[in-house]
């Protein structure tokens, strides 16, 4: 018979495994090179996921009233992905629309499965383990084995390491960057192998040359002390959000006159290396279609309109270099309306939780969403199924629907004791501080 004990790191091992295939490293090697099978999906890749989530149920319907409760508190985090199904009925390519919508649920409730088991403390850690393994072998790949791993385009001087574009590597080095910091806040042990993985990622990002990424690091840089103030009172908080609007709005007023300047730093141009042509010619698909959109993840696959927009461009444009219109293309502004709803939501279960334990792993599903509010500026990764960050988002999303403490335990009707792993699970907080065996 299976022991408690095996079952538990059999989990952790399978929920690790999961997140290390979310970051697709590798994936421009085992890509398919035929451009119609890829736009349908390689079929390897969805039986490797479809045998992920086949486990991830059978570990869920072992709970099945603590899912079923879950689902029930956090119903609203589930509109945009039902509405992403929907959209098979007025999609040109239904079949496709309801494959991708399938997998987009199957995220949401894998989320909702690493919510269940693992705190949001765990849920950090492992995403920072699983990026410094992406780090660790980016280096390894740069340095023994430099050119060997395919790229999607080549830029001179910069590092891919193993994702095959600056960008996607530097996307991961970022979210790297904000799970340590937060790892970090308020917590003293470890402290040293914390922020050499958090210098592993800075380096990483700097190779990179992305400028996306060093724009977006900076960004959350300076609001991650500001989140952190959002656990004290509002006659603390309002004013330090009213100088922090002060200088932000000082700042942006000084780059729109130095815009030139500040482009030609980046190595950018006016038009942001073509981004904002595609911004322009995806608002005449917009002005067509623009309560519900063509729907989810078919626009740029499959959709005719998109044709005409790439023909306008002298580019086959593979997504809108912009996650926000990218939601409007493929769910309208209905679909956009409900993300800002259900994050603004979470927000707000973050912020009431933060209050309330005074512990500062409620900072890690504001950060993410600003992370996604950053990044999807000029890179798409909205509703991105089988992907690190949405998965880690849903299960901080779903997190905040558990009556648990920080420590995991729990405090109402829902069973979520976490599952424990070594130093995967930390020491309870006391009025907002570690116990004595957190020093």
Not at 24 to 37: G, K, L
Not at 38 to 65: E, N
Not at 79 to 90: V, Y
Not at 392 to 410: K, M, V
Request: aromatic letters at 12%.
């Amino acid at each position: 018979m299976i022991s408690n004990t095996f079952y538990r790191r059999l989990e952790v091992v399978f929920t690790l495994t999961v997140l290390l295939l979310s970051l697709n490293m590798f994936y421009t090697v085992f890509q398919s090179a035929d451009a119609d099978a890829a736009a349908q999906g390689d079929l390897p890749f969805q039986i490797l996921w479809g045998t992920v989530y086949a486990l991830a149920a059978v570990f869920v319907l072992l709970k099945g009233r603590t899912f079923l409760s879950l689902m029930w508190r956090s119903k609203l985090i589930l509109l945009l992905p039902l509405l992403a199904l929907i959209s098979a009925t007025w999609a040109q390519e239904p079949t496709m629309v309801i494959r991708r919508g399938l997998a987009l649920l199957l995220t949401y409730m894998f989320g909702a499965y690493m919510a269940m088991k693992f705190t949001l403390r765990q849920q950090i850690k492992m995403v920072a383990t699983v990026i410094l393994v992406a780090a660790t072998l980016s280096y390894a790949v740069e340095i023994l084995l430099p050119g060997e791993i395919p790229t999607i385009e080549t830029y001179s001087g910069s590092w891919s390491g193993v994702f095959g574009h600056k960008n996607m590597l530097a996307r991961w080095m970022v979210l790297g960057m904000v799970a340590l910091a937060c790892l970090m806040a308020g917590r003293v042990r470890r402290l040293g192998a914390k922020a050499l993985g958090l210098a592993a990622c800075t380096g990483m990002l700097i190779l990179s040359r992305s400028a996306t990424g060093l724009l977006a690091a900076i960004a959350l840089a300076c609001c991650f002390p500001i989140v952190l103030q959002l656990r004290k009172k509002l006659t603390v908080v309002v004013p330090v959000l009213v100088v922090v609007a002060s200088l932000l709005g000082t700042a942006l007023f000084y780059m729109s006159l130095h815009s030139d300047d500040i482009l030609e730093l980046l190595g950018k141009d006016s038009t942001l290396t073509g981004r904002t042509k595609i911004w322009m010619v995806s608002a005449l698909a917009i002005a067509k279609s623009p309560v519900l959109g063509y729907g989810y993840s078919s626009f740029w696959r499959v959709n005719s309109e998109s044709n005409m927009l790439s023909a306008m461009v002298h580019w086959n444009i593979p997504h809108a270099h912009c996650g926000f219109i990218d939601l409007v293309l493929e769910l309208g502004f209905v679909g956009l309306a409900i993300l800002v709803f259900v994050l603004l939501l979470t927000v707000k279960q973050a912020i009431r939780k933060y209050r309330h334990f005074q512990a500062p792993d409620y900072v890690w599903p504001v950060m993410l969403i600003l992370f996604l509010a950053f990044y999807n500026l000029t890179e798409s990764s909205i509703l991105s199924e089988n992907t690190l960050i949405w998965i880690a988002y849903c299960s901080a999303a779903f997190s905040l629907y558990l009556n648990r403490a920080p420590d995991g335990s729990c405090a109402g009707v829902v069973d979520a004791t976490p599952v424990e792993f070594d130093g995967f699970y930390d020491p309870p907080y006391v009025n907002g501080h570690l116990g004595p065996a957190g020093i």
